[in-house]
């Protein structure tokens, strides 16, 4: 586990939610103001969904966003369970982010097709300004499940089986998130308490193998955060 992890712990989700969203566009300006971009990569799942509505409504230079996805599954492309279905819906349909400078993975092409497709335009956006990231219960990260061995040179990895359906997904691997300025992990609900527990004691977890290159920040909620 990395060293220096700053733990955020807020009451409610509501209030986890608009710290992330506060901070996300904190960092925009500052990365902005810095190097006249700001490289994000979306974490996927339900939880994210709130902060991206809420990012939606707020003013910045979207002009100078450029999106990345954490990871994918193998689906048709306008299939509801895909994670760029559920971003385009909650934020970056709303927003004006250039089409150019959003990047999903092509996974309706196929695992290894689309996983050859990503590889390059992740070599090309590294050191990204901000990964999010959200924790399974079982203490996983994108598509890094625990027990799967992967190649931990590439940036890209094709998933075939996943025990959360579908099997097949392609994932930035953990050299690839945490090449990164900023992560943040968004952890909500008492059923996340085992492997928070299990991370914080040093347990070997999907979660415990990425870092960040300056700040690694855990947003809590109390629910989550309430480890016996």
Same mark, same amino acid.
Request: aromatic letters at 8%.
């Given at each position: 586990?990395?060293?220096?992890?700053?733990?955020?712990?807020?009451?409610?989700?509501?209030?986890?939610?608009?710290?992330?969203?506060?901070?996300?566009? #904190? /960092?925009?300006? $500052?990365?902005? !103001? %810095?190097?006249?971009?700001?490289?994000?990569?979306? =974490?996927?799942?339900?939880?994210?969904?709130?902060?991206?509505?809420?990012?939606?409504?707020?003013?910045?230079?979207?002009?100078?966003?450029?999106?990345?996805?954490?990871?994918?599954?193998?689906?048709?492309?306008?299939?509801?369970?895909?994670?760029?279905?559920?971003?385009?819906?909650?934020?970056?349909?709303?927003?004006?982010?250039?089409?150019?400078?959003?990047?999903?993975?092509?996974? #309706? /092409?196929?695992? $290894?097709?689309? !996983? %050859?497709?990503?590889?390059?335009?992740?070599?090309? =956006?590294?050191?990204?300004?901000?990964?999010?990231?959200?924790?399974?219960?079982?203490?996983?990260?994108?598509?890094?499940?625990?027990?799967?061995?992967?190649?931990?040179?590439?940036?890209?990895?094709?998933?075939?089986?996943?025990?959360?359906?579908?099997?097949?997904?392609?994932?930035?691997?953990?050299?690839?998130?945490?090449?990164?300025?900023?992560?943040?992990?968004?952890?909500?609900?008492?059923?996340?308490?085992?492997?928070?527990?299990?991370?914080?004691?040093?347990?070997?977890?999907?979660?415990?193998?990425?870092?960040?290159?300056?700040?690694?920040?855990?947003?809590?909620?109390?629910?989550?955060?309430?480890?016996?």
């Amino acid at each position: 586990m990395q060293s220096n992890i700053q733990w955020h712990q807020s009451e409610t989700t509501d209030l986890v939610e608009q710290e992330v969203c506060e901070r996300i566009l #904190e /960092l925009a300006n $500052e990365a902005i !103001a %810095a190097r006249g971009q700001f490289k994000f990569v979306l =974490a996927g799942g339900k939880t994210p969904e709130k902060v991206y509505r809420l990012l939606a409504k707020s003013d910045t230079n979207w002009s100078k966003w450029f999106i990345y996805h954490g990871d994918e599954r193998v689906l048709p492309a306008s299939h509801p369970d895909r994670n760029s279905v559920m971003a385009r819906g909650a934020f970056l349909n709303s927003v004006a982010i250039p089409k150019n400078q959003i990047f999903d993975m092509p996974t #309706e /092409l196929g695992t $290894e097709e689309s !996983a %050859a497709m990503y590889r390059p335009i992740v070599q090309a =956006a590294m050191p990204f300004d901000l990964v999010l990231l959200g924790m399974g219960e079982d203490g996983h990260i994108a598509s890094l499940f625990p027990n799967h061995t992967h190649d931990e040179n590439d940036v890209v990895h094709s998933i075939y089986n996943s025990p959360k359906p579908p099997s097949e997904r392609v994932t930035l691997s953990a050299k690839a998130l945490s090449n990164t300025q900023n992560l943040f992990f968004l952890i909500q609900g008492a059923n996340k308490h085992h492997a928070l527990k299990q991370w914080r004691d040093g347990k070997s977890l999907p979660v415990a193998t990425v870092s960040a290159l300056q700040n690694l920040v855990v947003f809590l909620d109390k629910a989550a955060a309430d480890i016996d």
